[in-house]
C-alpha cells in the first residue's frame, strides 16, 4: 500500500512508534526513524519485516540542526518525506508545587517543538511532491488535563498545544493535498504506562467499555488508513482509538 512512499516516525524504535515502523515498512514503505536511544536504534533492524527499507537516525526532535540534517537526508536519498509520523514524546509527571521550571520546559521542548520542526520542515518537502500526510500522536491529556493521573500539567498542555497545531496545520496545507490529523491513544503498552502502579492500571482497565487494553498496532493501523488514499477527505481531525473510554469522559 505504501511501497511508493517515504515514511518518518520519530520515536520509532520502541513502543507505539515501533509498531508505527513496523507496520509501514511491512507495507514496503522507505522508512526513516529518528530516535535518541541508539540502543534501541541498534535492535530495531531485528524487531521489523523488510529491514533493507529502514534507516536509522539518531537525532534530537527538539533541536533544530539535527532535524535540518534528517530531513536533507531523506530528500537526497528519497525525494523527500511523504507521510510524517510525530510520535516522540516525553511525559514527567509531578504536582505543580514539585515541578521545576526546566522539567516543565523540557516537556513542551519535546512534545510541541518537536513536533513543530517536524511538521515545519516535512511540509516543505510535501509542498513541492503536491501530497502529504502527517500523523500527530496525542493522547486524552490533551482534552482533560490529566486523563489518567494527576501531575500531568506539562503532559496535558504539550498534547492540548499539539492538538491545536493538529488543526491549524490541516487547515494551512488542505489545498496542497496535505492531511493532518491525529491519533489519541487510550491505554496500550508504552514506556509511560509500564511505569504505572498496579491499582491505577486496575482503575483504568475498570473504566473502559471494551474491558481490555489496547495494543500498539490497534494505534498504528489507524494512522495507516488515515495516509491511505481511503483517508484522502480526512483532515484536521483528532481519533481516540481507546475501546470507547473516552466516551465516558
Known amino acids: 500500500m505504501f511501497s511508493n512512499k517515504t515514511v518518518c516516525v520519530t520515536g ?3 513502543g507505539i512508534g515501533l509498531a508505527f515502523t513496523r507496520r ?9 526513524v529518528c530516535d535518541v536511544n541508539q540502543a534501541n536504534l541498534d535492535k530495531l533492524p531485528e524487531l521489523v519485516e523488510n529491514p533493507q527499507n529502514l534507516h536509522c537516525v539518531r537525532a534530537d526532535v527538539s533541536e533544530v540542526e539535527d532535524m535540518r540534517r534528517f530531513f536533507d537526508r531523506m530528500e537526497q536519498e528519497n525525494g523527500g518525506v511523504d507521510i510524517l509520523i510525530n ?4 511525559n514527567l509527571n509531578a504536582l505543580i508545587e514539585d515541578m ?6 523540557k516537556v513542551i521542548k519535546v512534545n510541541v517543538r518537536g513536533a513543530f520542526l517536524c511538521s515545519k520542515y516535512a511540509i516543505e518537502q510535501m509542498r513541492k511532491k503536491g501530497w502529504g500526510r502527517i500523523i500527530n500522536l496525542t493522547s486524552p491529556s490533551g482534552n482533560t488535563g490529566g486523563a489518567y ?11 492540548a498545544a499539539l492538538i491545536c497545531m493538529t488543526k491549524s496545520l490541516a487547515r494551512e496545507t488542505a489545498r496542497q493535498s496535505i492531511t493532518v490529523n491525529g491519533v ?4 496500550v ?12 492500571r486496575e482503575s483504568l482497565l475498570s473504566k473502559i467499555p471494551m474491558h481490555r487494553f489496547g495494543d500498539p498496532t490497534d494505534i498504528a493501523n489507524m494512522a495507516a488508513y488515515l495516509c491511505s488514499d481511503e483517508g484522502w477527505y480526512i483532515t484536521g481531525q483528532v481519533y481516540h482509538v481507546d475501546g470507547g473510554m473516552w466516551m465516558l469522559e
Open 189 to 200: 503498552p508504552s514506556n509511560i504506562t509500564n511505569s504505572w502502579e498496579p491499582e491505577l
Open 87 to 90: 510520535n516522540a514524546g516525553i
Open 100 to 105: 521545576e521550571p526546566e522539567t516543565f520546559d
Open 184 to 187: 489519541s491513544p487510550g491505554v
Open 12 to 14: 520509532g524504535a520502541n
Open 24 to 32: 509501514f515498512l511491512a507495507d514496503h514503505a522507505a522508512v526513516y
Open 149 to 159: 493521573s494527576n501531575g500531568q500539567i506539562a503532559y496535558g498542555a504539550s498534547k
